[in-house]
C-alpha cells in the first residue's frame, strides 16, 4: 500500500481516537456505572483477536453479556433474544457502544477505526493454513468497523464479509484514507437504523446451540477450501 496514504490513515486513527476520548467521557462514565449497576461483573471485556498478519492483541469492549458467556450457549454467535445478553448490554449494542473502548486499541496502534473486523483467535480455525481468500484480509490492521459492517453488518455471511474486506483492500490501494471517510459516514448512519445487530440463523428450525454448531462447522470449511 502507499505509505503517505498509511502514513495519513495512522494521523487520521490517532486525532479521531483522541478526540473521541475526550470529548466521550461523560458517555464513558455513564455507560461503566450503568454496567456495574445492571449485572455483577466487570465493565470491560476483553478478548483475543487477529489484526495484520495473524498477530493477537486483547480487543477491549464494555461488557454487554454475563461473565463467561463465550464458554455458554451459543458460542461467539448470538441470536436474537440471547438470553446471556444484559439489560443494559442490549442498548449498547443497539447503540454500538460496546465497541468504544476499542478507540484505545486504535491509540495503542493494534487496529485502526477502519479495516477487516478483527475475528477471534480460534474463529476460523488454524491461522497457518488458510486459503488465500480469508489470508489476504489480515495483510492490513483489522478495525472497530469495515466495508463488510457498513454494507450490512451481521447480515452477511462470514464468506460475504470477506469478501466485502478484501475488496476494502484493493478499493484502498486505489481510493486512500477518503475511502475510510465514507466508511465511517456509512457506519454512523447505520447505527442509527440499530439494523442487523445479531446474527441470523442458518435455519430458522434449528435450535441456537445447533445453528451455531453448524455455523461454526461451515465458517471453518470454507474457510480452508483448496484456493
Known amino acids: 500500500m502507499n505509505r503517505l496514504q498509511l502514513a495519513l490513515k495512522r494521523t487520521v486513527d490517532l486525532c479521531a481516537s483522541i478526540v473521541g476520548c475526550i470529548v466521550l467521557t461523560p458517555l464513558w462514565i455513564v455507560a461503566a456505572i450503568a454496567i456495574k449497576v445492571d ?35 451459543t458460542g461467539l454467535f448470538s441470536y436474537d433474544n440471547d438470553p446471556r445478553i444484559t439489560k443494559v448490554g442490549r442498548f449498547l449494542r443497539r447503540a454500538s457502544i460496546d465497541e468504544l473502548p476499542q478507540l484505545f486499541n486504535v491509540l495503542k496502534g493494534d487496529i485502526s477505526l477502519v479495516g477487516p473486523r478483527p475475528c477471534v483467535k480460534y474463529e476460523l480455525g488454524d491461522f497457518d493454513t488458510l486459503n488465500k481468500k480469508y489470508k489476504k484480509r489480515f495483510q492490513v490492521k483489522g478495525g472497530i468497523t469495515g466495508l463488510a459492517q457498513a454494507k450490512g453488518r451481521n447480515e452477511n455471511s462470514w464468506d460475504e464479509k470477506v469478501t466485502l474486506d478484501n475488496e476494502y483492500i484493493d478499493r484502498f490501494a486505489k481510493e486512500g484514507v477518503l475511502l475510510d471517510l465514507k466508511i465511517l459516514w456509512w457506519t454512523v448512519a447505520g447505527i442509527f437504523k440499530s439494523k442487523n445487530i445479531n446474527e441470523l440463523k442458518i435455519d430458522e428450525n434449528m435450535s441456537d446451540e445447533e445453528a451455531a454448531l453448524l455455523t461454526d462447522e461451515e465458517v471453518k470449511r470454507i474457510a480452508h477450501l483448496p484456493d
Open 39 to 73: 449485572s455483577k461483573g466487570p465493565i470491560f471485556f476483553r478478548q483475543e483477536r487477529r489484526t495484520k498478519d495473524g498477530r493477537i492483541f486483547n480487543m477491549l469492549k464494555y461488557r454487554s453479556m454475563v461473565v463467561n458467556a463465550e464458554q455458554m450457549g
